[in-house]
């Protein structure tokens, strides 16, 4: 056989030898991608995204939309062609797999997990919108979980209001770790509480609570990591609101969405179209004071706003660096710090007065 020959056919053996190698080796690494984008203002699978009943709602002719991120299954295994054409995508991201799946967790912890905190996001975003328009909206410290295993398991149950610890009455849930992290570890803790079935009636329907409470008393133990007082539960809020308001939004998890379903919520109830007919994309944690915080993904978010039509996209202020390293074409990147700085924003945009919004700058 001629050298040439041999040497080519050779080659073409370890060609084909590296590439089955690159697909049969798996890597630890998952590929996150431009997600669908949601316009909080219109409908999705035939259903308001925003369900407001008892008080009027508002027309919008613009977008606010929420947009979100595709990430390979945590069951699924990329191989290393796929993770090479990921690296090299000017769309996609590869990112360590435990990143997004710590090992700690189950698939369907990871999974439970998204989804509290997607309903923790909708319950911060309607408080924060429904503040900013000047609604009551009431609170009520409440047991939000019950250890396993704990002092507190079968004696406190999730969803009792918690009215007061040793005698001393709670306005938020900070002051009960802090009262119960007084004492040593032994101590008895007298808990007084509306019990939860009576309670979250209560709550929802917007009524004071009942007068009738009991008193539970619950021994501390000393926290396995710094030895201090715990008794196994963690105290959330559960919030009342004027009227009712349904986020119907299937499929989706994780915190980000906040910023864009508040928004949407302001949109909604206020006669003033926020848009003023633009197409506005972003994304955001928010909490109950309006402060937006960092998301995950947000160059994939970017590009699936873009490819959605929109203008213009709000960015968390702590993701805007990331961001402005590579911009869309056609996208102008908006910083915001909160709910407010929102607002503003979209009030250039509606005004046309879009040269002085607040720019993500690269580093």
Known sequence: M????????????????????????????????????VNTLGEHDGEPVLNISGEETFESSGHLNMTTVRVTGVNYRMNLLEAVSGWLSDDSAVVPYESIYPEDLSADQVQEQNAEEFTASQESAKVAALEELGYDVGSQTIVAAVAEDSPAQGELHAGDAIVAVDGEEIGEPGEVADLVTRREAGDDVVFTVVPAERAQAAIEAGDELPAETEEVTVSTVAAPDDQRAIVGITAGVSHSFPFEIEIELADVGGPSAGLMFALGLIDRLTEDDLTGGAFVAGTGTIDTEGTVGPIGGVSQKTIAARDAGAEFFLTPEENCSVAAEDVPGGLTLVRVGTLDDALDALADIRAGDTDDLPACEAP
Do not use: D, H, K
């Open 2 to 37: 001629p050298r040439r020959t041999a040497t080519l056919l050779t080659s073409t053996l370890l060609l084909i030898g590296l590439l089955c190698a690159a697909v049969l080796v798996r890597v630890p690494y998952a590929e996150m991608s431009p997600g669908p984008t």
